[in-house]
């Protein structure tokens, strides 16, 4: 599956911005998703995954209660939506595709197979 991450850019703090990533292929609804970020000079951070069904959710507690994650199987998409920005926020997002892995370990890079390619978000103070 390829992905196709989109919707970065600059926003003031308290700001929002929704991103979206679209997947090729037919098996969207076979991989549970997720988002990383990575910030310069840091590692690659685990945001928040969602299940295939899009029943189960996972976040990461920086960002519990101001992002949302959510998928449309029909449009082969997920989205990340995030409200109330803060400048540590900035960073390059990922959107990522997990077939072979649980669910409990759904926070771990290692358990994505397929990764897009990213896209920035800057929060201005």
Known sequence: ?????????????????????????RTFSSYDMGWFRQALGKERAFVAAISRSGGV????????????????????TVYLQMNSLKPEDTAVYYC???????????????????????TQVTVSS
Do not use: H, P
Not at 11 to 16: F, I, R, Y
């Open 1 to 25: 599956v390829q992905l196709q991450a989109s919707g970065g850019g600059l926003v003031q703090a308290g700001g929002s911005l929704r991103l979206s990533c679209a997947a090729s292929g």
């Open 96 to 118: 990522a595709a997990a077939m072979k892995s649980g669910w409990l370990t759904i926070g771990t890079s290692n358990a994505y197979d397929y990764w897009g390619q990213g």
């Open 57 to 76: 959710t996972l976040y990461a507690d920086s960002v519990e209660g101001r992002f949302v994650i959510s998928r449309d199987n029909a449009k082969n």
